[in-house]
């Protein structure tokens, strides 16, 4: 093998995880908003568009605070008694199911 195949199988491999690493934060946040879409007291379409709107909020910045500022402020806005650990540990769980789920597809 090459440098040139090694660099290349490298890369693709990197490229890989990255689409993994994409696809288990998409599903982390979809579960996330559905989680707190059972907060809010949506259901049915209200729920799924609220999840989408969590999934879209991830991207606004790097990494995850933006998620945690738009799910803490919606469930801070209609009074939901929540703490930020709770919060920040439903997203730790859920990144694990995604994960899960994910790998199993």
Known sequence: MSFNDREKAFEDKYKH???VQFRVDVRRNKLLGLWAAELL????????????????????EAGHEDVYRKVMGDLTDKKVDISEHRLRKKMDELLEVAKQ???TE
Do not use: I, R
Request: charged fraction near 40%; aromatic fraction near 8%; charge should be negative.
């Open 101 to 103: 789920q994910v790998m």
């Open 17 to 19: 995880d990255q689409e």
């Open 41 to 60: 007291d949506l259901k049915g379409a209200e729920a799924e568009a609220y999840a989408k709107e969590v999934v879209s909020s991830d991207f606004e």
